[in-house]
């Protein structure tokens, strides 16, 4: 018996309910996983605009900072993995710690995060595949053009085998991280005039009003170490492989991104990396490029940074896809979505819902922003910001509910003495998520770029309680109204085989 609900399971017919397993091994798994944090958008992007905003030198201390508090965090998580092996991840852990209820309000907050993580990257994206084309072949070309055809593409590929993606994810990923490593190094040969200087580590350098913000901005950095659970059902011995896959994760998130940040502030000195970053913005890492590698290497730089970003959207449009496949298999979807593709076992039309949603939100974003005159950035910018901080807080929000779900399901089990240890870091990371939580939705004004006062400040992160808010709701109704439905949400795969087995015991 499962959290006491399986014997209110109905019929449940899954032949198609179930992605194919050993599709994917450690190595394909932890590439696949590595390609969301998107290094070159990371240290082209989010490093740059952290040092401008929120003026703080010590960013890379922050990442070892986050580091430790996603550690702690997933000591609990990568536990539970060995107990609970679903796509629905997110969903299902939280539905086994704290009720359907619960996972149905996971399960719309991580469809809504994901999708609109995934939708603002096609706008940087659009943005600079532009840029390149003008640039290199004077072609000009609106942004929505090339983010549109990565749509079409991404969700070709969403229908082909997981192994087949991870093969893509890999190159592309290990090209990027080679070129972020070569900057790294050019860095720390050619440093500023201030020398190899540790200031950054220091942890004076982290006072000042802006330290709040300075956070949430970096934590978004390390979206993609919670998705190997997604992957459990298609991985080769998915009790060890997910528990290995997440920590691996963690630690070179928070190792690479440390060091890259540091070699920033070296490449343009510790006093003067702020104004650096504020005069020059994503194009600051580029111009520190070119003056210690040249032309053709940031050349090369560009290419790979767009390469990087089509690397992202496909690993969370598999995200998302799988998201949609265990919310259809569960009931929270039409059955539709909980079927696999006969071909490639891959979650097929759970692809084409996030395609579908990606060529919404891009056209809807093409056509309606009211840029100013003259300033072809701005919807590019407001799609990227807007949706990519809408997207980090509904993860955040998934992580801190996780935590108390990871809790709650080992007390249930009767196993809090021998678990205490992870219980205790559960609560450790959950109670620091939440202080996170709380200066992102305080300060989101100055997340989306917006004025003081702005009612954006109050809409987007709405879009995230409205989600979980609406799924809690959805899931009180189901336990109304179809309880057999609402019984299955967490549950999986699980469901159908304990059912089958139950057949069994009951056939003369």
């Given at each position: 018996?499962?959290n006491?609900?399986?014997?209110?399971?109905s019929?449940f017919?899954?032949?198609?309910?179930?992605?194919?397993?050993?599709?994917i091994?450690?190595?394909?798994?932890?590439?696949?996983v590595?390609?969301?944090?998107?290094?070159?958008?990371?240290?082209a992007?989010?490093?740059?605009?952290?040092f401008?905003?929120?003026?703080?030198?010590?960013?890379?201390?922050?990442?070892?900072?986050?580091?430790?508090?996603?550690?702690?965090?997933s000591?609990?998580y990568?536990?539970?993995?060995?107990?609970?092996?679903n796509?629905?991840?997110?969903?299902a852990?939280?539905a086994?710690?704290?009720?359907?209820?619960?996972?149905?309000?996971a399960?719309?907050?991580?469809?809504?995060?994901?999708s609109?993580?995934?939708?603002?990257?096609?706008g940087?994206?659009?943005?600079e595949l532009?840029?390149?084309?003008?640039?290199?072949?004077?072609?000009?070309?609106p942004?929505?053009?090339?983010?549109?055809?990565?749509?079409?593409l991404?969700?070709?590929?969403?229908?082909l085998?997981?192994?087949?993606?991870?093969?893509?994810?890999?190159?592309?990923?290990?090209?990027?991280c080679l070129?972020?490593?070569?900057?790294d190094?050019?860095?720390v040969?050619?440093?500023?005039p201030?020398?190899?200087?540790?200031?950054?580590?220091?942890?004076?350098t982290?006072t000042?009003?802006?330290?709040?913000?300075?956070?949430?901005?970096?934590?978004?950095?390390?979206v993609?170490?919670?998705?190997?659970?997604?992957?459990?059902?298609?991985?080769s011995?998915?009790?060890?492989?997910?528990?290995?896959?997440?920590?691996?994760m963690v630690g070179?998130?928070?190792?690479f991104f440390?060091?890259?940040?540091w070699?920033?502030?070296?490449a343009a000195g510790?006093?003067?990396?702020v104004?650096?970053?504020?005069?020059e913005?994503?194009?600051?890492?580029?111009?520190?490029t070119?003056?210690?590698?040249?032309?053709?290497?940031?050349?090369?730089?560009?290419?790979?940074?767009?390469?990087?970003?089509f690397a992202?959207?496909?690993?969370?449009?598999?995200?998302?896809?799988?998201?949609?496949?265990?919310?259809?298999?569960?009931?929270?979807?039409?059955?539709?979505?909980?079927?696999?593709?006969?071909?490639?076992?891959?979650?097929?039309?759970g692809?084409?819902?996030?395609?579908?949603?990606?060529?919404?939100?891009?056209?809807?974003?093409?056509?309606?922003?009211?840029?100013?005159?003259?300033?072809?950035t701005?919807?590019v910018?407001?799609?990227?910001?807007?949706?990519?901080?809408?997207?980090?807080?509904?993860?955040?929000?998934?992580?801190?509910?996780t935590?108390?779900?990871?809790i709650?399901?080992?007390?249930?089990?009767?196993a809090?003495?021998?678990?205490?240890?992870?219980?205790a870091?559960?609560?450790?990371?959950?109670a620091?998520?939440?202080?996170?939580?709380a200066i992102?939705?305080?300060d989101?004004d100055?997340?989306?770029a917006?004025?003081p006062?702005?009612?954006?400040?109050?809409?987007?992160?709405?879009?995230?309680?409205?989600?979980?808010?609406?799924?809690v709701?959805?899931?009180?109704?189901?336990?109304?109204v179809?309880?057999?439905?609402?019984?299955r949400?967490?549950?999986?795969?699980e469901?159908?085989?304990?059912?089958?087995?139950?057949?069994?015991?009951?056939?003369?």
């Amino acid at each position: 018996m499962l959290n006491g609900r399986t014997s209110e399971i109905s019929t449940f017919k899954g032949h198609d309910r179930a992605l194919r397993a050993d599709r994917i091994g450690m190595t394909g798994l932890l590439l696949s996983v590595l390609a969301a944090s998107a290094p070159l958008m990371v240290v082209a992007g989010v490093m740059p605009t952290t040092f401008a905003v929120m003026g703080i030198v010590g960013q890379p201390l922050i990442f070892v900072i986050l580091g430790v508090v996603l550690a702690l965090f997933s000591f609990g998580y990568a536990e539970m993995s060995r107990h609970v092996h679903n796509a629905g991840a997110f969903t299902a852990y939280v539905a086994r710690g704290l009720g359907g209820t619960a996972g149905a309000g996971a399960s719309v907050v991580a469809l809504v995060a994901y999708s609109a993580m995934q939708t603002g990257v096609y706008g940087i994206f659009g943005f600079e595949l532009s840029l390149l084309l003008a640039d290199h072949l004077g072609i000009d070309t609106p942004w929505w053009i090339p983010a549109l055809a990565a749509v079409a593409l991404v969700g070709a590929l969403g229908w082909l085998k997981i192994d087949l993606n991870a093969k893509v994810l890999g190159v592309l990923l290990l090209i990027e991280c080679l070129m972020v490593a070569v900057f790294d190094v050019a860095a720390v040969a050619d440093p500023a005039p201030a020398g190899l200087s540790l200031q950054a580590f220091d942890p004076d350098t982290l006072t000042g009003a802006g330290l709040g913000t300075a956070l949430c901005f970096c934590i978004a950095a390390f979206v993609g170490f919670e998705q190997p659970a997604v992957y459990a059902e298609e991985t080769s011995r998915p009790h060890v492989v997910v528990a290995r896959v997440t920590f691996l994760m963690v630690g070179f998130v928070a190792v690479f991104f440390a060091f890259s940040s540091w070699a920033l502030s070296v490449a343009a000195g510790p006093s003067r990396i702020v104004h650096s970053a504020q005069q020059e913005g994503p194009a600051l890492l580029f111009s520190l490029t070119e003056a210690r590698l040249g032309a053709g290497f940031t050349d090369v730089l560009h290419v790979f940074f767009v390469t990087g970003m089509f690397a992202c959207l496909l690993s969370f449009h598999n995200v998302v896809a799988r998201y949609a496949f265990a919310m259809g298999r569960e009931g929270l979807l039409p059955s539709a979505f909980g079927r696999t593709s006969p071909t490639s076992g891959a979650p097929a039309h759970g692809s084409l819902l996030q395609s579908v949603i990606s060529v919404v939100v891009v056209v809807a974003f093409a056509v309606t922003d009211g840029r100013p005159a003259g300033d072809p950035t701005a919807p590019v910018l407001h799609l990227f910001t807007w949706m990519g901080n809408v997207g980090a807080l509904g993860v955040l929000l998934l992580l801190a509910a996780t935590s108390v779900a990871v809790i709650a399901f080992f007390v249930r089990r009767g196993a809090a003495r021998a678990q205490m240890w992870r219980i205790a870091s559960s609560a450790a990371a959950g109670a620091a998520l939440v202080v996170i939580i709380a200066i992102a939705v305080v300060d989101f004004d100055v997340l989306v770029a917006a004025g003081p006062g702005s009612a954006l400040s109050r809409i987007l992160p709405g879009v995230i309680g409205v989600a979980a808010v609406g799924g809690v709701i959805y899931g009180r109704v189901l336990r109304s109204v179809k309880p057999e439905v609402h019984a299955r949400i967490g549950l999986g795969n699980e469901a159908f085989q304990l059912e089958k087995a139950a057949a069994a015991d009951t056939t003369p």
